[in-house]
């Protein structure tokens, strides 16, 4: 999905802000509270469900899934497990989200803490961006009926419950691809492509591209490599396995899938927009999380 500028945000667009917020010691509670000092002094109205209030000693009525549907904004403090899980609530509201990294690593959470302030004044004063991020939509079907309906950010997957190889059996728009026999099977979006994807062998995808991604997880036919499919397909994966196999997504969510189960995935409805800092681009942030190596001219200047 491209990049395109923010919809009309300015200081007068933005009155309702949502903030989430991932508890951790000694580091949670003085930023939250210094953010909710900041925004309420420049009059916004914040909205935050119990568990986040709770962590500078406040109380909220306001439930976690209703803030997306009433914020004009949304900022996440946390690690991008934090972001994976409000993303899945935001989606439907196309609300946009500055996520801001509190965790270690962070492909997602892309703006550090000291860049907090400067970065949100210049989404206050509209000169942001915002990057529209595929979602997958998973839907197990069983004897015909769907059991289960879903969303993904980064990836849905397919992994054994049991210390078995796991047989599936996938379809693309409907006609036969491939059989796996492996440990299980990663379905990923563009922004998955730098999650459990890339553990198992998979490419790096650049996140405005649109794509699903297959990576086998240890195959047992090494022919059976990752691939990269359009958009527009819609997958179907059979599981011919005996013993029940775990479906999670983004790796917070799952449940079961039993022999003839089929997993039906294609891409969502709707995009997650998320805010890019104007000072950092998608190269920078794979250099700096993957310690890839600096241009021949920095180098020759450190030396």
């Known amino acids: 999905m491209a990049c395109q500028p923010f919809r009309d945000v300015t200081v007068d667009s933005i009155k309702t802000i949502g903030v989430f917020c991932k508890q951790k010691p000694n580091i949670s509670r003085a930023v939250l509270q210094e953010l909710a000092e900041w925004l309420r002094k420049r009059n916004y109205q914040l909205l935050m469900a119990p568990e986040t209030a709770e962590i500078i000693g406040e109380t ?41 990294n509190l965790g270690s690593l962070g492909f997602l959470t892309e703006v550090a803490l000291p860049e907090l302030y400067g970065t949100l004044e210049q989404v206050l004063e509209g000169e942001s961006s915002i990057e529209r991020r595929m979602l997958l939509n998973a839907c197990l079907q069983r004897k015909g009926t769907t059991v289960q309906d879903d969303f993904a950010l980064n990836d849905v997957v ?21 059989s796996y026999r492996a440990d299980g099977l990663i379905i990923a979006t563009p922004t998955g492509s730098t999650a459990y994807s890339l553990s198992a062998g998979g490419p790096i995808i650049h996140p405005s591209m649109n794509a699903l991604l297959l990576s086998p997880i240890c195959p047992f036919t090494l022919t059976n490599r990752p691939i990269v499919i359009p958009n527009q397909s819609t997958l179907q994966v059979r599981l011919i396995t005996e013993e029940e196999v775990q479906v999670t997504l983004d790796g917070q969510t799952g449940y079961s899938m039993f022999r003839d189960d089929v997993l039906e995935i294609k891409q969502g409805p709707t995009p997650v927009s998320l805010i890019q800092s104007k000072d950092k681009n998608y190269y920078q942030i794979l250099r700096q999380k993957l310690h890839w190596g600096r241009p021949a001219d920095d180098r020759k200047q450190g030396s």
Do not use: W
């Open 158 to 178: 397919i992994n054994k419950s049991a210390a078995r190889i796991v047989n599936l059996e996938v379809h693309v728009n409907g006609q036969y691809m491939t």
């Open 60 to 100: 909220s009525e306001c439930r976690r899934e209703d803030i997306p549907s009433q914020a004009d904004l949304i900022i996440v403090l946390g690690g991008d497990g934090t972001l994976l899980s409000v993303a899945r609530l935001t989606h439907p509201f196309d609300v946009p989200i500055l996520a801001v």
